[in-house]
């Protein structure tokens, strides 16, 4: 399957299928081709489209109606490892029930995307781009996501270009036992990673998380800290810019219902620098642009 779309108050996901047979891929680097659509670590091109009487008569697509196609070039500037959970050894004898790998927190993208007739360029400047990778069986449940790469100092006042911040988890299972709500990222900044990473134990990192659903807006919280560092991130996405993922998980499930899904959040990060128990305010940081996530297992959308 093939998923593309938008968010705001157009948002929509279409999906198109194609069969094993149309499916290629380079196993030493990142080269695939699906049909006619093609991606690499620096280029990806394609099309979906679907009618609305297909989307009508076939709610097995799991689809709205509409038609999109790209021609980007893509530079990942910034990168996010989630550590050995994502290893080579950990892959073989498949441990965790999904591994994530986060190549671009921050992604420069330039060309073109066409939304139902209308042409867009995309251009460096103004795209806040995102490039990740999510594999294995499902989304873990709860399963949470926040980045974004559009960060401006409230202090100076200055857009901070070379800074991304980035969260993921929920409640991983490893050889199919959950494991306790952890989720996992970091805040680089100007040069400098602030990761709270539950893998790297040495550093002593904590990290709380909660979600509000409201009828209007949806908000997430994160407070984050290690021995030399604390964040405190708030989030907030308008519920009508926002889509409900649809799709069947790998392992033939399709049990992430409400998973939502958006890219217009905006809010505070506040980043502490620590020494012991004290603590000083490093910066206070505008976010915009923010893609976020949030969705437990369910039966069905409400």
Not at 77 to 90: C, D, E, L, M, T
Request: one cysteine or more; glycine letters at 10%.
């Amino acid at each position: 399957m093939i998923k593309a779309g938008t968010w705001g108050t157009d948002a929509r996901q279409i999906n198109n299928f194609y069969p094993v047979s149309d499916f290629l891929s380079n196993t030493n680097h990142l080269d695939i081709t699906i049909g006619e659509n093609t991606l690499s670590e620096k280029h990806l091109k394609g099309s979906v489209s679907l009618s609305r009487e297909e989307a009508v008569s076939h709610k097995e697509y799991m689809s709205q109606y509409g038609s999109m196609s790209w021609d980007l070039k893509v530079e990942k500037k910034i990168a996010f490892n989630v550590g050995y959970g994502a290893s080579s050894f950990f892959r073989k004898i498949q441990a965790f029930e999904m591994y994530w790998h986060a190549e671009g927190i921050k992604s420069e993208f330039t060309g073109k995307v066409t939304l139902d007739g209308r042409s867009y360029t995309v251009s460096r400047e103004s795209s806040f781009g995102y490039a990740d990778k999510n594999w294995g069986r499902d989304f873990t449940s709860p399963w949470l996501w926040l980045s974004s790469c559009n960060l401006r100092s409230q202090i100076t006042g200055k857009p901070l270009r070379n800074s991304a911040v980035e969260f993921g988890g929920g409640k991983p299972k490893i050889f199919m036992v959950p494991l306790n709500r952890k989720i996992l990222g970091g805040l680089f900044y100007e040069g400098i990673m602030y990761e709270y990473n539950f893998s790297k134990f040495w550093q002593n990192p904590t990290v709380a998380f909660d979600f509000t659903e409201g009828s209007k807006v949806h908000s997430w919280d994160i407070e984050a800290k290690n021995y030399n560092s604390r964040i405190v991130l708030h989030v907030e996405c308008p519920v009508d810019e926002m889509l409900l993922i649809n799709y069947e998980a790998p392992n033939g499930k399709k049990l992430h219902n409400r998973l939502w899904n958006g890219g217009t959040g905006y809010g505070i990060i506040r980043l502490y620098k620590r020494n012991g128990k004290i603590e000083n305010l490093a910066d206070r940081i505008e976010i915009r642009n923010a893609g976020c996530e949030y969705g437990k297992h369910c039966r069905r959308a409400i």
